[in-house]
């Protein structure tokens, strides 16, 4: 089980989400790990590999009794480890369907038994640390195994249709009849929202992290005009210990903080959204919900969710055809944004290597990520035709660009 430690007598160091056993007590080595780790881990996936975690100490529980893990690690007991991983690996792999969660599951899993039990025998001078290696190697042989698909699996397209995106724009346009929202603040704040993960390629946590001053101008002396741009980091006017939502967005890794161009027209829109739809809130978040406290993961996501209920049936034919889906989650209008993008780096004469190297930069992809080649296979199918206008103003250019575009 997690619980969130925010209470003010608790060391800030120290808040957050723990991992607790069946008697509300922390577990010992989760927390060692959560301590030396969590510094270098999103909230978000912090999150997530402590329940990975959680559901190895309820199966090490029920293997070898209460504590059974800690105690097996404390102990560098190599044989009582290797039982435990084991008999987890199996009980994922026996799963009657199983999903790259799982596969990502017993990895954190296994990765956590590891990089303990090399904390642990680098100071013990009773067990060779090469000792417990070999053991740990061949449960590592037994990992490369586990293939929840096959490795010729094609890569699915992720980019939305352009059927899809047009009905979008229709939705969320502020002004329309169509829009599902009866608040004309929440129309404002969502068609933000979309607009900054479609055009410029946002992380939903990213979006909830920008400020109120988050676009910045500047005179560009060599082209002789005002250029625009956006700085994606932590919020420097906010602590985020403090920051109120549930699901605390932040930054994925380092490389995720950049700066990016943005066009006039998505400025224009930003800046009237903050000037005449945000209000007056006690925090300097743009998005601010109906209460006018900091929009959250959740309401986002509801809100994409809402908008999804309300796509024409011959919209989500189409898209379920594309992409085996049904519904949009603010993560597809990156991975449009990236396919898009891609294709016009490499219509204006960027090598695939320069173009991937860009994307890298404009997206906030680690320099060892394998995410920009993943939509190299989009650009080339011939639904995909066309190039998306920088100044990301004409909708027919988009359009043009995207999936079933004419």
Not at 73 to 81: E, M
Not at 91 to 97: A, L, M, T
Not at 140 to 158: D, G, M, T
Request: glycine fraction near 4%; proline fraction near 5%; charged fraction near 25%.
């Amino acid at each position: 089980m997690i619980l969130q430690l925010s209470d003010s007598q608790v060391p800030i160091n120290l808040r957050g989400p723990v991992l607790v056993d069946s008697k509300g007590l922390p577990r010992y080595w989760a927390t060692v790990w959560s301590t030396v780790t969590t510094g270098a881990l999103a909230d978000s996936t912090h999150l997530q590999k402590l329940r990975y975690l959680d559901n190895l100490y309820q199966h090490a529980d029920e293997l070898h009794g209460y504590c059974g893990l800690d105690d097996a690690l404390a102990s560098l007991d190599d044989a009582a480890l290797g039982e435990i991983l084991e008999s987890w690996f199996v009980s994922i792999r026996n799963k009657p369907r199983t999903t790259a969660a799982d596969e990502t599951r017993w990895q954190v899993g296994f990765n956590f038994v590891r990089s303990v039990v090399s904390w642990i025998a680098k100071s013990n001078s009773q067990r060779t640390l090469q000792q417990i290696e070999a053991r740990l190697h061949q449960l590592s042989v037994l990992y490369s195994q586990f293939r929840v698909k096959k490795r010729n699996a094609p890569e699915a397209i992720r980019s939305l249709p352009a059927s899809t995106i047009e009905a979008l724009y229709q939705l969320l346009d502020p002004e329309s009849d169509s829009n599902p929202f009866p608040n004309e603040r929440t129309r404002w704040r969502v068609y933000v929202a979309f607009i900054l993960m479609l055009h410029q390629g946002l992380r939903r946590g990213e979006v909830l992290l920008l400020p109120v001053d988050a676009v910045k101008s500047g005179f560009d002396a060599r082209h002789g005009r005002t250029r625009s741009w956006i700085n994606i980091r932590e919020n420097k006017y906010e602590d985020p210990n403090h920051d109120p939502r549930h699901s605390k967005p932040s930054i994925k890794t380092q490389a995720s903080v950049r700066q990016i161009p943005i066009s006039e027209a998505t400025s224009r829109i930003v800046q009237f959204y903050a000037d005449n739809y945000r209000g007056r809130a006690q925090h300097s978040f743009l998005l601010s919900s109906k209460t006018r406290a900091p929009l959250s993961t959740e309401a986002l996501t509801k809100a994409f969710a809402m908008v999804s209920s309300r796509l024409p049936p011959n919209v989500i034919s189409e898209l379920q055809a594309r992409t085996g889906k049904t519904t949009i989650t603010p993560h597809d209008l990156r991975h449009t944004c990236s396919v898009v993008r891609l294709h016009q780096l490499l219509l204006h004469g960027d090598s695939m290597d320069e173009a991937l190297q860009k994307m890298r930069t404009f997206f906030g992809w680690a320099r060892q990520s394998t995410m920009p080649a993943r939509y190299a296979r989009a650009v080339f199918e011939d639904r995909l035709a066309g190039v998306w206008n920088d100044a990301f103003d004409d909708r027919v250019e988009l359009l043009r660009t995207l999936p079933g575009g004419h």
